[in-house]
Each structure stands twice: as structure tokens, then as C-alpha cells.
């Protein structure tokens, strides 16, 4: 026996189905499916089932609607489906086969790690046609509808546009219109379906349509909402006014059999070359997949001289082989500008090309490996940036790698080729398991720091203050990004000394480290994205050890600071040095960069978690 639940609630033994009549010990089914294999709380399933008007004896009431689910499953004879009264509330125990939700869920893990946009298309549809008709038409519960239902429909809305995307990007375009004008009716506010369907009209030779779509969605938007469309919808419509292409050539109709081979796979126009990058999640959502694009220079590159002549190296020599090389340290550190600077320095070493591929959206949010391999496989991206010859070796900078899962599909096969990885992540587990190197960066020298704030200003201003120019660096904890900050804001004010803003700086040492209308130049949320990546109970630890008065501490000092055994100390500050958020040093101590200490110490403390006093932590072995 089956539970359907992507859909009106039913019972199906794979031939005849029964959908179940609304009724409490409905709801209450629902209820326990949605949260299979997890307690679900008295409380919420009070709720779920009478809503504001619970009877006075709920939980005698639960108790009977319990009673009468259980006589339903032995009528239907249901015996892979187990409601175990628990501490606290009840759970539904279910084998993954037992139940439709879990099945798409786990189709959906299957798309992101397919190998190629077909194998990744298939596990979608497939787990698209699990749905359907009505969700939960009938379960009469408004706090389900309010609660539960609204991320559910999400997640399904989120795979249609992500197979929408891949056939697009094989120029499926003319046999996609008919499902995105349905699916762009239905969810209007939606922009990427409404995108989706311009850029299917346009690519079908059907203009004056595509436009005209274009200005019923503005309209909408703006009598409805009061917005404007997003920018990725403004520059579809300038591209279709100007007459530009996008993407591939639409193929010959052949009855939707097209060659795979023939088309490219990104979906959606190129990013604009500086796009904007807003700070939410719908960004992931809008964002068309990521392009891999030739390196670009870094300004006023300073410092690394040691670092770059090492990974040069190792990048370089070994052409028998693929070479794989992780680039790893605290976020903000400059892994992004030293992987570009050196695939620029590596020009003669791969004529088959350097790219740069992003890894994450621009909420800070891991892109897929179907994504990413979706982009690498366009057609242009096997053109050198710098040689015509594309079966020669290749360098790949994948840039802010959130996980190993998320790389191993990409990693060298050819001897020659060399991917070179950034993450905020060591990736030791990768590196052994793969073969490759791995570096971590640590902060630029007091010198460097000068220089690269120097290189900005220019030497005039810099050497008239030179005093106040070791104080900034100093208050920009030597990282990279934050002295790019603060010398872009003094070059933007002329006028303003250097030791001026060393003491704008001191008032808010990591606020002030932000410019205004980049989100991208933001140390706070540089630093906050990598936390929001972790564990809530290892930012907690993070945020516990930057309030910590003790400069140095060692796993015996972390079981005090975060209340737990020595063994579980250690293993926290692994965990936060992997991430880059924690320095080790070679006796066994551990430090946090002063930085990442201010920016801990903004943070509201959450949790149980409480910071050792000085003192106590000073007379702390």
C-alpha cells in the first residue's frame, strides 16, 4: 500500500486508489505524512484538526481520532505504515516507497546529482508526474494550507522551472510554450515562468508576441504589486528589441527528439557582466544558471608572491596527469582574486582555455552539479579564451565550492586538465579520497596590506599619511576585501584623510565595511553568508568563542566556553577551522581572526550558550 499525498489525500495499492472522505482522522493523517517519521507535537495536531476551536477534552479527542486512523489502516490493510504514540505527540514511521512526497523528494536529489541535463530532465519529470491534481483538496485544515502546504507547492514550483530551464537550454522551445502559458497563468507574480515563456516565443521566431507578453507581465506587476519587473526580465526584453540571439539555434522540428548533442544546455539569457546580486532567496530562484566565463583581471592585485609562485607551480607541471588544487580560508580572505590572478599568470600552460565558474547563486546559495555542468557543456565554453585549439588543456576556477558533493562530477579526467577550487571549506575528505593539493590563505602581512591600500590611493596619498595607513589596515584585520572596501571609499572622497577614516571605521569596525549598492562588497554579509551555511549549533559555537575574551584557546578552554566534553570541544573546532572561521595553531591552540571576532561580537547571542568570563578564562589551562 501506498499514501499519495501530491494531490488529494489517497490510498493506493498500485491499481485501485481510494481518496479518503474530509474528515478529522484525515487531517490528522495528513498532518503526520507531511512530517513523516518525525514526532509532530499534541499541540500541532490539535491545531491542525479543530483549528481556534478545540473541544475542551483535545487530547482525549486526539486520542479517538488516533484510535479511529489505526481502524482504517486495518480495513484498507495497511501494514508498512506504523502511528507510534511517543513522548510528547505521535509519529508516522514510512519506507520511502510507502509514500509519494518522499519519492519526489528523492527524485529531486537524483536531478541534482545527474551526470548531464538528460539524465537530470528525466528524474524531473519523473517526479513531476507524481503530482496529482489538487494538494490536499481534501484535508479541511486552514492551519495545514498555512503552514505546510505553501513550501511544499514551492518546492514542486521550483522543479518545473528547473525543467523548463534544461529544455530550453536544448532549444526545445516551440514544444515547452504551451506548458509555460499554463503554468505563467497560473502563478502570474511568478517572473522566471513568465521569462521563460518570452524567451520560448522570442527563440520560435514569435517577436510581436514575446513583447507583448513582456508588457502584460509589466503591467500586472505594476497594478498589482507596484513593482517594476526585475532586471533580468528588462534585459530579456532590450535583447528582443534589439534583435540579439539567445542561446542556441532552435532546431528543426523532428517530432521533439532532438540531438542533445546539437544544443547547448544553459537556460535563459547570460548574466549581465556585473549583475546585481539582492541578498534574498528569491535570487536562486530568478537567476538564470550560471555561465562559465574566460578570467578576468584583478585590480591592483598586491601581495601572495609565495602563494602564487607555489600554486603556479603545482597547477603547471604534471601534464601527465589531471591536477586538482583546493584554495580554502576565512571568508573575505581574497581565494577568488589570488585563483583568478594565477589562472591569468597560467596563460601558456592551458591554450584549451580558463574559466571561471561561480558555485553559488547570489544568495549565497550552492548552485547544482546538474547546473554547473549544464553550463560547461555550452558549446562556446570549450573555446579557449586565448587559443582556438579546444582539446588542449583547460583550467577551471570553481569559485566558492560549498561542499565536495558538489564538485566531484567536475573534477579532471584528462591528463593536463587542472580544476583549482575555492571554498571556505578545507574539502580534506575530497583532496584524499581524489589525489590534488590543498592551501589555505591566511591574512595579507601588515606590508602587503599597505601596499594594496597604496595601489588604490595611489603613492601620494598613501605615503603623506603613513601612520594612519597602518592603522586602516589593521582595522580592516588585513583582509583583502575589507581593504578594498575602505580604499574604494577614500578614493571616492578625496578629501577625506586616511586617519579620518580610521576613526569612522573604529566607531563600527565591521558596519562600516560595506558599500553602498553592492551587496557584493559587504564584509558583514560576506562573513554572514558563510555562517548561515553552517550548522545553527556550530554558529552558535562561533558566536560563544568571539565573544570569549581569551585570545587563544584550547579544546580543554572550548568545553568550558561551550559547556560540553573535551572530545566535543575539539571536534567543534575542527569543525569551525575547516570552515574557516578558526585558525589552529601548531601546539594544539586555536585563534579567531580579529574581524571575525567583531563581526561574532555584533552577532545577538542565541542558544545557551554563554561567553567565560576574562578572568575565568584567563586562569584557564
Known sequence: MQFQVLGPLSITD???SVVLQPSKPTVLLAALLLRHNSVVSTEFLQSAIWGDDQPASAKAALQNCVLRLRRIFVKYGIANALIESVPGGYRISIEAAALDLMRFRQLLLSADAAPDPDTELRALREALALWQGPFLANVPSDVLRRDEIPHLVEERLRAVE????IELSMGRCQQVITELWTVARAYPARERFREQLIEALYRSGRQAEALAEYRAVKGYLREELGVSPGSSLQRLELTILRGDAIGPPVPADRGGAEDPADTATAAGLPPAEDPPAPPTARAALTAPPPTARPIAPVPHFTGRAAETASLVTRLTTGASRPVTVVLSGAPGIGKTALAQHIALLTRDAFPGGRFLVPMSHPDGTPRSPGEIASALARPEHHRADDGADHGRRRLLVLDDVTGADQVQPLLPTRPGDAVLITSGLGLAGLVAAHGGWAHRLDTLTEEESCRLLAAVLGTERAEAEPDALRLLAAGCGHFPLALTIMAARLLTRPRLRVADCVAWLRDDPVARLSLAGDPRLSVPRVFATALDRLDPLLADAFEAIGRCDRRRLTARLGARLLGVAPHE???????????????????????MHELLRAFARTRPGRGDLTAVPAATAAASP
Not at 528547473?162 to 530551464?165: L, W
Request: aromatic fraction near 4%; charge should be negative.
Open 162 to 165: 528547473r525543467a523548463r530551464d
Open 569 to 591: 570541544a575539539e571536534e567543534t573546532l575542527e569543525r569551525l577551522v575547516d570552515a574557516g572561521l578558526l585558525e589552529e595553531e601548531p601546539a594544539g591552540e586555536y585563534h
Open 14 to 16: 498500485g491499481c485501485d
